[in-house]
């Protein structure tokens, strides 16, 4: 759906009567930098931007946007960088930013340890009060920008690396604005009282559970949020491994898996190849040289590996406890463990503490946002950026199959493999960046191609995404069974049946 000229116009002159000036932008910078994003297909201009701050204002544009027939596109924070940024899912749509104003913390409860956010609270915005408010409660960071925010995260399934790292799993009680412009309250929210107590703690409540329908859909617009919080301990021990082959994972994954099976390590592992790391800390040596048509050769990644005390893989996870020395146990268990085959480089923590790729870790683990894993996307010059975002089971034979068939693609297109694979017990996403220079016509094309090829492959062995870069998503829906496709546009129709929120999000369309 694209609003027309007449409708768009009455549309925003009715939004800024209800906002006032402010709270309606359509000049030409902000069009051009709502629009911008990292992606090989190219910014997305928006018709216009609105900041809403109040779920009443949000109700009142959701109502008028069904009036006049205008598509509304919602971000919270818009720094989702690598899947869209704050571009909407086509040209044309209004981008309601509801993170400018609607960025309070609306309660912290220190007792049952969790937060009730508007969307606008960004990862930092939560860590500075929480540090101002004496460092009782940890929040569980991305390792990407501190200014993404909580609850957009949340809803596009993001996630950290601690013991909370499920950023929706962990979430509890939303306030969704729907698209008639009703207000739902899920989980123990939904009962009719005007003071309900368990909202944000019990998250399996009467009835189905409604939430999952906001994650990465485009059937309501989330206003609140609650997100539970960890006790923050009062030790944190981290421990790496280096390890010099490529092939290695096999062995990784293998070793990884019976630690998070019994829970042993609180974390999960980030198993990150030499580049996702090395490429953090400048430009490709290389890139100048080949003009961005080759893939960084072994040399020139022994180079960096040595230049930085990293390995071709490299393993972190960490510890939580009393103090330091009660800790020292179960780094003795965990480096016994590693250390069976002979083939890990055991780094303790004081000293990957003074590596800046393996300090990002420690700082994830410890619930501290930073900017460090950004300077990824200078890896090459041009500021492309695509995330590709498969995964593994924890078997390390078909880990290693995938790494070779993915790492083959990359520099078959002339890319670099950079990736991390984050290790839970059954499972690993294989974090994939796709890092090339958006200023030229051809490595573009090489970028969503590899993008696609590398999709095909991993679909043709029965494995999915788990979250998409937007240009991506009518793509990875036509990867879908037909029963899954129509049941998304059958409630697509049952909650927005003019299709007035983000329609084509995560490839989602009512029926004609
Ligand atoms: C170097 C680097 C590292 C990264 N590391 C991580 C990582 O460790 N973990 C991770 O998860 N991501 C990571 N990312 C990806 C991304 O930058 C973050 O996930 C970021 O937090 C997402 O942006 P946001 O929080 O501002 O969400 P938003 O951009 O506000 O929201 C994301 C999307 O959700 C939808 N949405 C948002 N708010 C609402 C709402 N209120 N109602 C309905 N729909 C809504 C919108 O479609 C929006 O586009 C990384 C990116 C980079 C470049």
Redesign the pocket.
């Known amino acids: 759906m694209d609003a027309r000229t007449s409708d768009l116009n009455a549309f925003l002159a009715a939004a800024r009567s209800l906002l006032g000036e402010d709270g309606v932008n359509h000049s030409e910078e902000t069009l051009r930098r709502y629009g911008e994003n ?1 992606l090989p297909g190219g910014d997305v201009r928006p018709a216009a931007v609105i900041y809403p701050d109040s779920t009443a204002q949000v109700q009142a544009i959701v109502r008028l946007a069904n009036e006049h027939r205008v598509p509304l ?14 571009s909407a899912s086509a040209p044309g749509q209004v981008v309601v930013d ?2 400018r104003r609607m960025n309070r913390i609306l309660e912290i409860n220190e007792t049952l340890a969790y937060a009730v956010v508007e ?1 606008g609270v960004t ?1 930092q915005a939560m860590y500075d009060e929480l540090v101002r408010r004496g460092n009782k409660l940890m929040l569980d960071v ?4 501190p ?7 949340a ?2 399934k ?4 601690g013991p909370y790292f499920d ?1 929706f799993g962990f979430s509890c009680g939303m306030e ?1 604005v729907l698209a008639n412009g009703e207000i739902l309250r899920t989980g123990d929210g939904a009962l009719d009282s005007p003071d309900v107590s368990n909202w944000h703690t019990s998250k399996y409540s009467f009835g189905p559970i409604l939430d999952g329908l ?1 994650t990465q859909s ?1 059937y ?4 609140r949020m609650g997100i539970w919080l960890l006790p923050r301990p009062p030790a944190i021990r981290s421990f790496h491994f280096a390890y010099d082959d490529d092939d290695d994972l096999a062995e990784i994954v293998d070793l990884c898996r019976p630690l998070k099976l019994s829970n042993f390590v609180p974390t999960l592992f980030r198993v990150a190849n030499d580049l996702y790391l090395c490429g953090t800390e400048g430009e490709s040596p290389e890139y100048r040289a080949s003009g961005g048509k080759r893939s960084i050769s072994a040399e020139g990644r022994r180079a960096l590996r040595a230049k930085h005390g990293l390995g071709a893989w490299n393993v972190s996870g960490a510890f939580y406890g009393p103090s330091p020395a009660a800790m020292d146990p179960m780094i003795e268990r965990v480096r016994a463990h590693f250390g069976q085959s002979g083939r890990a480089r055991y780094i303790p923590h004081e000293e990957a503490q003074a590596i800046a790729p393996l300090a990002i870790a420690i700082n ?1 683990f410890s619930g501290v946002p930073g900017h460090g ?2 300077g ?2 200078k890896w090459r010059p041009g500021g492309g ?1 695509s ?1 590709f975002l498969p995964g593994t089971p924890m078997i390390g034979k078909v880990a290693n199959e995938f790494q070779q068939l993915c790492r083959g693609i990359y520099e078959e297109h002339g890319l670099d493999y950079t990736v991390m694979n984050v290790c839970s017990a059954r499972f690993a996403r294989g ?1 994939h ?1 796709l890092g090339f220079n958006r200023e030229d016509e051809d490595e573009r094309r090489r970028a969503e191609a590899c993008y696609r090829k590398m999709a095909e492959e991993v679909a043709r062995r029965g494995v999915y995404v788990g ?1 998409a870069p ?1 240009d991506f998503h009518e793509f990875h829906m036509a990867q879908a069974i037909a029963p899954f496709r129509d049941a998304c546009a059958g409630i697509k129709n049952a909650l927005d049946p003019n299709g007035i929120l ?1 329609p084509g ?1 995560y490839g989602i369309h009512g029926h004609s």
Do not use: C, K
Not at 73 to 86: A, D, M, Q
Not at 142 to 145: H, K, N, V
Not at 147 to 153: E, R, V
Not at 158 to 161: D, E, L, N, S
């Open positions: 990292t596109y919602p971000v919270s924070t818009g720094n989702n960088i690598g899947l869209g940024s704050r509801l993170g969307p990862y991305t390792s990407g920008p200014q993404g925010g909580m609850l957009g995260n809803l596009d993001g996630a950290g690396y950023h969704v906001f485009n309501g617009i989330v206003t994830a894993e950004l990824l996307l950026n995330w974090l960046v979250r937007v983000a999000r």
